[in-house]
C-alpha cells in the first residue's frame, strides 16, 4: 500500500479558481435561452471591468442646456405697487419651477407652463433692486440663471401720459357672448379653422394715468385682427360671418395684465400690420363714454421679411402701405403704437404694450 497522503477534497476546491469555472452545461442548449452575458451572470463569471462599463454607462446622461430670460411689466414703479416678473425658459419643454431674487433675497417662486413662469411681487424700500430668475432643473434640463434686471422704487410711481386713441375700424364686433373670453383666439370657438402664421404672444398692461399710474384691474380688452391673408372673421362682406377667429377678450388682472396667443397679422388694402384693440374702462368721460379704442402696429422690417420670404404671409406679396403712410400709425397715434418684439419668425414673438386710460382722443 502506497503511503503517499490522498489529496482532500477541500484542498482541491481551494486550488480551482472559481472565476475561471462555469457550471458543466450543455452549451448550445444554454445559448438558445441565454446570451453569453447573461450564462456569464448565471454563473457568477462576470468581471469587474464588464461591472465598471455598466457604471459608467450610467453616469454618463448628460442634460439638456436650458437659458433663463426674465422680462418685468415696469421698470420704475412705486413702493407697494406689484410688478409682474416673467421668467422665459428655453427650451419651453422645461419643466419645474423658477425662483425669484432680489439680489440673494429670495421674492418667491413660480411654476413653468409653456415655458414661462410668474411673480407678482411689491417692493417696500426705495432704491434700485436687482432682480434675477434661476431655473431650478429637473432630471432632463440643466439649471440656468437670467441676466439681472434693474427697477427702480420710488415713494411716488413715474409720470405717464394717456395713450392716443387709433379709430375702432370697420371690423368690430361685440364679442362678449359666451366664448369669446379666452386667451388663444387662432381658432373659432368651436375649435375649429386654426389660423396659421408667426405666433405672437401680446401681453397687455392697463394703467390709470389720473391715479398715479396704478394697475388697474377687471378692464375688459377686445382685441380684433385679420389673418396671415388679410382677412377677418365674422364680416358678411368678407363671407366669414360663421367664423369667430382671431376675435376675444380678457379682463385685467391685479396687475392690470391681459396676454392673448396669436399670430402676426397680414394686410389689406389701404392699411399697414396692426392688431386692434378696445378698452372698456371705469371712466364716464363725455369724449369716450368708458370705451377706449387703440391700434398696434409692427415694425416696417419684419412687416417686408414677411411679406417677401415667410409663408403664408409672402403669397399676399408686399403691402403697398407701410407704416409711415398708414393714417392711423402717422396721423392718429404719432408712431407711438410700435410693439417691441422679442423672437423670431421660425420660433415665434413675445410682445408688451401698455395702455395709459383714458385714452387721448
Excluded at 107 to 130: D, E, N, Q, R, Y
Excluded at 189 to 215: E, F, H, M, R, W
Excluded at 316 to 321: A, D, M, V
Amino acid at each position: 500500500m502506497s503511503n503517499t497522503p490522498k489529496p482532500h477534497i477541500h484542498d482541491q476546491e481551494e486550488d480551482h479558481n472559481h472565476i475561471e469555472w462555469c457550471p458543466p452545461l450543455d452549451r448550445r442548449a444554454a445559448l438558445r435561452l441565454f446570451s453569453m452575458a447573461g450564462l456569464a451572470a448565471i454563473a457568477g463569471c462576470t468581471t469587474a471591468s464588464t461591472a465598471a462599463s455598466s457604471s459608467t454607462d450610467s453616469d454618463s446622461t448628460t442634460l439638456t442646456a436650458t437659458t433663463t430670460t426674465l422680462t418685468v411689466s415696469a421698470s420704475s414703479i412705486a413702493t407697494s405697487v406689484a410688478d409682474t416678473l416673467k421668467a422665459t425658459v428655453s427650451p419651453t419643454a422645461a419643466t419645474g419651477t423658477v425662483t425669484f431674487y432680489d439680489g440673494t433675497t429670495t421674492l418667491g417662486t413660480g411654476t413653468l407652463t409653456s415655458g414661462v413662469a410668474s411673480l407678482s411681487p411689491s417692493f417696500t424700500t426705495t432704491g434700485t433692486h436687482v432682480l434675477t430668475a434661476t431655473y431650478a432643473g429637473n432630471s432632463t434640463y440643466a439649471t440656468s440663471t437670467s441676466a439681472a434686471v434693474d427697477v427702480t422704487v420710488s415713494t411716488t410711481a413715474a409720470a405717464c401720459s394717456e395713450t392716443l386713441e387709433g379709430e375702432e375700424g370697420p371690423y368690430f364686433v361685440d364679442d362678449s357672448a359666451t366664448g369669446y373670453f379666452r386667451t388663444n383666439i387662432l381658432s373659432n370657438l368651436d375649435g375649429t379653422q386654426t389660423q396659421t402664421g408667426v405666433p405672437l404672444t401680446l401681453t397687455i398692461y392697463v394703467y390709470d394715468s389720473k391715479n398715479n399710474c396704478a394697475a388697474m384691474q377687471s378692464v375688459q380688452v377686445d382685441i380684433w385682427q385679420c389673418n396671415a391673408s388679410g382677412v377677418y372673421s365674422a364680416e358678411s362682406v368678407e363671407s366669414t360671418t360663421s367664423e369667430s377667429w382671431l376675435r376675444g377678450y380678457q379682463l385685467t388682472d391685479a396687475n392690470g395684465m391681459v396676454q392673448f396667443t396669436t399670430i402676426i397679422p397680414g394686410w389689406y388694402s389701404g392699411r399697414t400690420n396692426h392688431i386692434h384693440l378696445r378698452l372698456r374702462s371705469t371712466y364716464d368721460e363725455t369724449d369716450n363714454s368708458g370705451t377706449n379704442t387703440d391700434q398696434i402696429f409692427f415694425d416696417q422690417t419684419l412687416i417686408n421679411t414677411l411679406s417677401t420670404s415667410v409663408s403664408p404671409y409672402s403669397t399676399e406679396g408686399t403691402n403697398p402701405t407701410t407704416n409711415a403712410s398708414d393714417r392711423v400709425y402717422t396721423t392718429e397715434e404719432d408712431g407711438t403704437g410700435l410693439l417691441t418684439l422679442s423672437g423670431s419668425t421660425s420660433a415665434g414673438y413675445t410682445a408688451t404694450y401698455k395702455v395709459y386710460l383714458p385714452i387721448l382722443s
